[in-house]
């Protein structure tokens, strides 16, 4: 069975920077898409940002485009997301999640795999 674990959350000021990373086991973490999804106190969860197999291909929510990128290095089996300028909207559980239907992951939320979440909390 694959594990995701996630790692690289914390407590970071309004306009800071944070790198999560998700760490997977196994040895088919190259034949699946990966994204990231957050969840704030009092709402639902959503998404944050996906990442093909291969790395090319790569899509991000609205509300973080120009300042979220995520990245995968394979060889190391780890999935990265790197959140510049950081809001206190951006306060949430971090979720990384792996699928192997990329267009699955983007559209529907639908995952075989999760991890346990990171909390990051910006402060004002």
């Known amino acids: 069975q694959v594990q995701l674990v996630e790692s690289g959350g914390g407590l970071v000021q309004a306009g800071g920077s944070l790198r999560l990373s998700c760490a997977a086991s196994?040895?088919?973490?190259?034949?699946?898409?990966m994204g990231w999804f957050r969840q704030a106190p009092g709402k639902e969860r959503e998404f944050v940002a996906s990442i093909s197999w291969s790395g090319g291909n790569t899509y991000y929510a609205d509300s973080v485009k120009g300042r979220f990128t995520i990245s995968r290095d394979n060889a190391k089996n780890t999935v990265y997301l790197q959140m510049n300028s950081l809001k206190p909207d951006d306060t949430a559980v971090y979720y990384c999640?792996?699928?192997?239907?990329?267009?699955?992951?983007?559209?529907?939320?639908?995952?075989?795999?999760w991890g346990q979440g990171t909390q990051v909390t910006v402060s004002s």
């Open positions: 999640a792996a699928d192997p239907s990329h267009v699955a992951l983007f559209r529907t939320g639908n995952a075989n795999y």
């Open positions: 196994g040895r088919t973490f190259s034949s699946y898409a």
